[in-house]
């Protein structure tokens, strides 16, 4: 039975009440969405929650959506692409091609976005665009044409490839989805093809002709020199590397690198070691400083000199009576992270133990022994034993959070047996002269780098026991600090460092076969994104440097160690080349600069090939339906060793798939309350006198604006009944409405974070938010009036 035939013609009282509440779940997540205080697929499943508890929605309708047709050929797809690309047939595929460009930036971008476009109609379009992003790079930098000239281009391309089949993009599945469940005859593999070609041979010629006009110019370098100067003058590493001389009779003579502190306590990258005329890049943590060595480093100067300044503190041996008034006010505790706690899998460092219980982490319990030193960027696991200092009022207070399973406040017998609390508590004296003065406490790395903690302070007669991080140092201060008194040596070490701010352009240490930089971006996948620089410790799990991070057209702060990872980065990779060899086979990253790394195997490119027609044939033919037809072909996939489970299941993406099954409810719940006919005669009162087609113009607006603010599958959801009890009401078939909401979603062109393919290029491609608008608005424009005009041809209205 048509849509038209069931639906809601009068609303009762209590269908006004169910009314309200959907658009009141309806405006709070487009909020939440818009807000991106909670991760989007997240608010998807409180939608589906808030649903199913009001009544809403049955248990069946909520939890249909990971069922649906449209939802399986999604994850179907993602696996379908990912075969595809690691067999290496859609690199072939680019590569071959953009050999047919030549050196002109016309006809590279006409090629480029041709070629691209294809693709993304058969496979997934952030796959496509992931795929052929080094590829555009490189080819950008064998022909001059700089990056940014090509970059947005190639994610145009993708969302207007999509445009092309019914299996291109998510939002023409869920859009023939919504038909089918309304017993309508959802549109075919290729409905989408006349009238998503014609859009996407505009979009292209648009942009081939006039867009790029409006794109900004890199300048691009040529050759692998002048690529690796470039890279160095792009992140400013020039600006940020100096040389730090060990004096004859340094203290640090002896000592590691490790053991200086050098890294760790002014966030500087030791680039490479000068000894007797010879470099030896990136040393090893367990180098051994000798005197005269010279360490050529890049960070802030000012930052390193910032540091110096605390090895004014003179250590007072003897005050015992300010540790015994201090030892009357502190407490410890043992305290043991609970299974359900949402500290599980927070960083030490961002825990926030102080703002939130008045407590300090001062070590970790594991195997029976403390970690007291570098914890700050350790995560804290389930039943995690953690020994923390505080006032006793706040240790008193810690049972009462729900986040500790065990608290034992320790006595000072056990804190000396196994804490040895007399030897790590020791008093500091600020001169009265101190550059410190004036300073505030949590403007000092000494908690960061040495691990000290400042217990209590000691000021005119009067005791402040544990200080917060605004409290102001005041020369005179007596200091009573928590950690190894030995690492103050290292300090008075670090200031007596002869810094070189002018270092040779040509030192060597960037142009040693064993020192290479390379420029690289997170896979849209990466699961590193959103976790900070310090937290992933690129020295220690890859063997090479994060040197600069590249960000909306800039270079982001030097202190890299607490900035998050975002998709879109251009990230500055710093080592050795046999370890950045090794990135190009980690699916987190992207590399953008090659290295001579190897070609993927393509021996089974002509059977993922087959496979992937095999699925499109039968489609069309009717032997099976798109869903069915998707996952056989992923599972023959599999089978045939195209690519195994694991990269099957990291294909999906994941985030996508719970979007759309969770908000699938919301659109049930608008057909079947009225909320669709009421926000469909809201359209109609404003839109209805002028006719159907002032309508669907004004639905189509609707849609591609919202793009900017909410995910395209969630948009598709939400629309589809609206459009379809819209339709309805005018008397008319709704394919022709259904359509214009496709192209619409999918052609979001506006800005960096309406779909994942604009910002991957983001950061490779330097651009900023605004040059997203300057091409993005008028070929939006261009899109909406060859819709528009195509429309009545291809897609004429009809009555039911």
């Known amino acids: 039975m048509p849509y038209s035939a069931r639906r809601v013609v009068c609303i009762n009282a209590l269908m006004t009440l169910d009314i309200a509440i959907v658009l009141i779940i309806l405006g709070i997540s487009l909020i939440l969405f818009i807000s991106e205080v909670i991760r989007m697929d997240l608010v998807a499943l409180l939608v589906l929650g808030a649903l199913a508890l009001t009544g809403l929605v049955n248990a069946e309708q909520a939890f249909a959506g990971f069922s649906n047709g449209a939802v399986i050929t999604v994850w179907a797809m993602f696996i379908l692409s990912e075969g595809l690309t690691r067999t290496g047939i859609a690199d072939i595929i680019g590569r071959q091609v953009m050999r047919l460009g030549g050196t002109r930036e016309i006809a590279m971008i006409l090629i480029i976005m041709v070629t691209a476009a294809v693709l993304s109609a058969f496979m997934n379009n952030i796959g496509v665009a992931a795929l052929m992003l080094p590829v555009v790079v490189d ?18 391309s993708t969302l207007l490839g999509g445009l092309m089949t019914l299996i291109g993009t998510p939002p023409n599945l869920l859009i023939s989805e919504s038909l089918a469940r309304y017993s309508y005859e959802p549109f075919a593999l290729f409905d989408f093809t006349p009238i998503g070609g014609a859009v996407m041979a505009i979009g292209v010629i648009f942009v081939a002709l006039f867009g790029r006009l409006l794109l900004p110019r890199h300048i691009a370098e040529h050759g692998k020199l002048v690529s690796q100067r470039s890279l160095r003058r792009q992140y400013k590493l020039h600006e940020r590397t100096f040389m730090m001389r060990v004096p004859t009779h340094s203290i640090l003579v002896g000592k590691t690198l490790a053991e200086s502190r050098i890294g760790a306590s002014t966030g500087l990258i030791v680039l490479a070691l000068m ?15 000798r005197s005269g060595d010279g360490i050529l480093v890049q960070g802030r100067v000012d930052q390193f000199r910032e540091l110096r300044r605390w090895s004014d503190l003179v250590i007072e041996r003897e005050a015992p009576v300010l540790k015994s008034m201090v030892a009357a006010k502190i407490a410890y505790a043992e305290v043991t ?55 006793i009022e706040a240790i008193e207070q810690l049972e009462k959070f729900a986040d500790f399973s065990d608290v034992e406040v320790l006595t000072d017998d056990s804190l000396n047996a196994q804490y040895r ?15 410190l003065a004036g300073a505030t406490l949590e403007k000092s790395r000494l908690a960061d780098v040495f691990d000290f903690r400042v217990v209590a302070i000691f000021r005119d007669g009067e005791l402040r026991v544990m200080p917060r991080g605004a409290e102001v140092l005041v020369g005179g201060d007596l200091l009573l600090l ?58 220690e799990r890859y063997g090479i440097e994060l040197a600069g991070i ?29 370890r950045l060899q090794l990135l190009s086979t980690d699916t987190d990253f992207l590399i953008l600069t090659p290295l001579g790394q190897e070609p993927p195997d393509t021996r089974r490119a002509p059977l993922a090939a087959l496979i992937m027609s095999a699925v499109v044939i039968s489609v069309m033919m009717g032997k099976a339906p798109i869903s069915i037809a998707a996952v056989v072909g992923g599972s023959v996939m599999v089978l045939t060793g195209c690519l195994n ?18 908000m699938l409810p919301l659109g049930t719940a608008m057909a079947e309350t009225g909320a669709a006919t009421y926000l469909a005669g809201q359209v109609m009162a404003l839109l209805g006198d002028a006719g159907p087609w002032p309508v669907i113009m004004g639905l189509y607006v609707l849609t591609a604006m919202a793009t900017m603010i909410i995910p395209t599958a969630a948009l598709v959801v939400l629309m589809s009944p609206i459009v379809l009890s819209a339709m309805a009401d005018m008397g008319l078939q709704p394919y022709t409405a259904m359509m214009a909401i496709a192209m ?57």
């Open 482 to 539: 928590e950690g190894q008194p030995s690492d103050l040596d290292v300090l008075r070490g670090l200031q007596e460092f002869e810094i070189e701010t002018e270092v040779p352009p040509n030192l060597g240490a960037f142009e040693s076969e064993r020192l290479t930089l390379m420029d690289a971006t997170l896979d849209p996948r990466s699961s590193l994104a959103g976790r900070t620089v310090g937290e992933l410790n690129f020295r």
């Open 421 to 435: 609390t007399d030897e790590r508590l020791f008093v500091v004296r600020l001169p009265k002269e101190s550059e």
């Open 275 to 289: 000894r007797q005329g010879r470099s030896e890049p990136l040393p090893t943590r367990q180098t051994v400083l």
């Open 645 to 662: 489970m694991e990269q099957a299941y990291r294909a999906i993406d994941w985030r996508a798939i719970f979007l759309i099954a969770g």
């Open 337 to 391: 992270i609970s299974d359900t706690s949402p500290l599980v899998g927070e960083l030490v460092r961002h825990a926030a133990f102080r703002s939130r219980f008045d407590v300090a982490v001062i070590g970790l319990r594991r195997r029976n022994q403390y970690r007291l030193t570098n914890f700050a960027y350790v995560p804290l696991r389930k039943g995690e034993r953690v020994l923390v200092e505080g006032e």
């Open 550 to 578: 590249w960000r909306e057209g800039e270079t982001v702060g030097a202190d890299l160690a607490e900035e998050r990872l975002q998709i879109g980065d251009a990230l500055l990779l710093l080592g050795p080349r046999e």
């Open 744 to 800: 619409a979603a999918s052609a979001s062109f506006t800005s960096p974070i309406s779909h994942p393919a604009n910002i991957l290029v983001m950061g490779p491609g330097g651009y900023r938010f605004i040059d997203y608008l300057k091409v993005g608005v008028p070929l939006t424009i261009v899109v909406f009036i060859a819709v528009m005009a195509l429309l009545p041809i291809l897609w004429p209205l009809q009555a039911v």
């Open 139 to 156: 080819v950008a930098r064998r022909t001059r044409i700089p990056a940014s000239r090509l970059l947005m281009p190639l994610a145009y």
